[in-house]
């Protein structure tokens, strides 16, 4: 386990905590049409911390060539139909460049700065001239008005219990993920980041916003910076 990261329930728990199994149980939410609306057709996306390949599955359905990349092998042991890579997204180097590169997962909001600077530089790295990233964030409520939950359609109950504060702009998030048959849990590390932190930790990658794809400005389209 990475320190300040902890997970609990049935089946494998990856270094960050996550639960491969509830991440199988997940179902697939608006990601695949936000992607799809972003992004040309047919793209080959290299997509970074894939997991179990939720996402994977419904981009490889319409048409999207998907090289998923994940940390973890038990999780990756569940993508089905893709190229396949275990490997910290930080110390990715293919030497092969993508149409679109995909940080999902909240993954720019890593606790270590440094690791964020390495993530966003492994995004750079690996884009085809013309090609895009595409970057979730966190809701602007991630970490306020707590306790709260959700109840998916789905069957299972989402909670996010606390996110107080650790150190330097750190914030120690709880989760609980409870489904009629089981309780996983997940304990994590989080830097929030406005607006102008985010902008500027993508300048910082030599990237910038062409433009924020949802009203909430959880996903985001980059591209190179100005030459």
């Keep these: 386990m990475r320190e300040g990261y902890e997970g609990t329930g049935p089946g494998a728990i ?17 990601e695949p049409d936000v992607i799809s ?37 038990d999780m990756l042991e569940r993508v089905r139909g893709a190229r396949t ?4 997204v930080e110390d990715l180097d293919l030497g092969e460049t993508f149409d679109v590169v995909m940080l999902a997962s909240f993954l720019v909001h890593n606790a270590d700065i440094e690791l964020r600077r390495r993530m966003l530089r492994a995004c750079a790295r690996h884009l085809v ?4 990233v595409l970057i979730q964030r966190e809701g602007e409520n991630y970490h306020s008005d707590l306790p709260r939950e959700r109840i998916d359609p789905s069957g299972f ?3 996010i219990v606390s996110a107080g504060p650790v150190q330097n702009g750190v914030h120690s998030v709880r989760a609980e993920y409870e489904f009629p048959d089981a309780v996983w849990t997940q304990t994590f590390r989080s830097r929030p980041l406005t607006k102008h932190q985010f902008e ?7 990237l910038r916003v062409d433009r924020y794809l949802t009203e909430d400005r959880i996903w985001v389209r980059a591209v190179p910076g100005e030459e």
């Design 14 to 30: 990856t270094p960050d905590g996550c639960a491969v199994e509830f991440y199988s149980r997940l179902p697939v939410g608006d």
């Design 37 to 73: 609306a972003a992004v040309p057709a047919g793209a080959h996306i290299l997509e970074l911390g894939s997991g179990v390949g939720r996402v994977t599955h419904a981009l490889l359905e319409r048409g999207f060539t998907v090289t998923a990349v994940d940390e973890s092998a």
């Design 85 to 88: 890579i275990c490997s910290p």
């Design 129 to 132: 001239k013309g090609g895009c």
């Design 157 to 159: 109950t989402v909670r």
């Design 200 to 206: 500027e930790a993508l300048k910082e990658a030599g």
